[in-house]
């Protein structure tokens, strides 16, 4: 069969992407609300701020603003892993990064399958934050044999789409009528199901364990917890949510607002509390109860170095040193003043960001660039701070496109029911990840690294410049 006939995976992540948000809008209906608020918010900042528009539109970045969204789920064993990675690649999406939050009290290590070449990522840039549950942090014994036991009985994937993922694999890609019909069974998967696989016995004595392991281990599979918008203005959509009847958690996790927004900034609002039949159950009687489901928006600035990351994580330590959020969250402002007191020390303007190679960037020629290698002015070893200085040479922010694992706790967190920080740590286990996964995870940094070097590379060999 000609590749021709196949499905390019970058749509079929669209289709994926876009029939996931209709999924999850009928289901959560808040989600909806939220996505008409993002999107006016998103229209404001544009129009009061058309040099941010400039630069997203020169990014490529404009166009994806709307379609833009991530997910996330969590899983319960090691096969479950690996044939999602197998998936997912089918989409187009492979692992990306490694999440250990034990360090913040959460049972689960995590990775983001997502696109990874720019084109791909300007196309749709759609990810899903996947964790697989450590059973062996389980104390008892006992239990973590039944979770392994009622987690050893499911298949959370459709034959039809076990079937489908062997024949992508087989053949190199999917036709269009079975890229649908993938699209269509890899939903099951990641579909709500109000019927859980075990009794509200069992169920209770796992959430006592801990409420993750309860979210994991009593269903029939991982259903999709939230969907996240991308915002261009976070600080604006936390502030309108209660007006639309949201109630977001304590604080925006991450840096604090900046005029070069650094990595990624996040909040969500509480899960919802959904009906559930246990087993045993006749259907007009004590019926249970789960909180799953939340909705979160996230607002994405430039990607730091390994330097850049560095300072940030030194003061964002330093800022949880000297205020933990209580339970309710009522020191919320006190944490949030003391983050932008700490974070005055972080260079907010790109120009020192990238000198001091703090950020990445994309570089590209000038028109007055092109013109002057064209008449031949350019000296062949001007540096590239002086192209730059010069005008010859632009800089543009490269968009952070994965997440913070403190963040990602906190987010944990809240929607488990606190807003209580904790910081106690536990071994990182990337080898026992990466060996469940079937693959290594690529490395976020070397990915930023190899987009700026090659953005550089082409942009002086355009100016007839040595790379210096
Ligand atoms: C995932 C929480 C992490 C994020 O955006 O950092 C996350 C979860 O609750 O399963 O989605
Ligand atoms: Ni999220």
Known sequence: MSTDAFVHPDEIRSMFSSAMSDMYRSEVPQYGTLMELVYEINQNKLEANPKLAD???????????????????????????????????????????????????????????????????????????????????????????????????????????????????????????????????????????????????????????????????????????HLTPRTLDIDAVQQDMPKRGITPKAIVEGPPARSCPILLRQTSFKALEERVNFIGDRRDETLGTHTARFGEIEQRGIALTAEGRKLYDTLLAATRHAVQINAGGSNARDYETELADRFRAFPDDYETLRVEKLAFFRYSPTKAGL?????????????????????????????????????????????????????????????????????????????????????????????????N
């Open 55 to 225: 630069s997203l539109e020169y990014n490529g970045e404009l166009e994806r603003i709307d379609l833009e969204r991530h997910g996330a789920i969590r899983l319960g064993k090691p096969e479950e892993l690996f044939n999602m990675r197998r998936l997912f690649a089918v989409m187009g999406m492979h692992p990306v990064g490694y999440y250990d939050l034990s360090v913040a009290g959460v049972p689960v290590h995590s990775t983001a399958f997502r696109p990874i070449d720019e084109e791909a990522l300007k196309r749709n840039p759609f990810r899903v934050f996947t964790s697989l549950l450590r059973l062996e942090l389980i104390e008892d014994e006992d239990l973590r044999h039944q979770a392994e036991s009622i987690l050893a009985k499911r298949n959370i994937f459709t034959a039809d789409a076990t079937k489908l993922i062997y024949l992508a694999e087989k053949n190199g890609g999917l036709t269009r009528i079975q890229a649908e019909q993938f699209v269509a069974e890899a939903l099951e998967t990641f579909r709500w199901h109000s019927d859980a696989t075990v009794t509200l016995e069992t169920y209770q004595k796992l959430h006592d364990a801990h409420r993750l392991i309860a979210d994991v281990v009593c269903f029939k599979g991982p259903h999709i917890n």
């Open 371 to 467: 013109s002057a290698a064209k008449k031949g002015d350019l000296d062949p070893a001007t540096p590239v701070n002086e192209l730059v200085d010069q005008g010859y040479l632009r800089a543009d922010p490269i968009i952070y496109e994965d997440f913070l694992p403190v963040s990602a706790a906190g987010i944990f967190q809240s929607n488990l029911g606190s807003d209580e920080q904790k910081n106690y740590s536990e071994q990182s286990n990337q080898d026992v990840f990466e060996q469940c996964l079937g693959a290594p995870v690529s490395d976020e940094l070397a990915l930023y690294a190899g987009l700026e070097h090659a953005s550089l590379a082409d942009a002086l060999k355009t100016l007839g410049v040595r790379k």
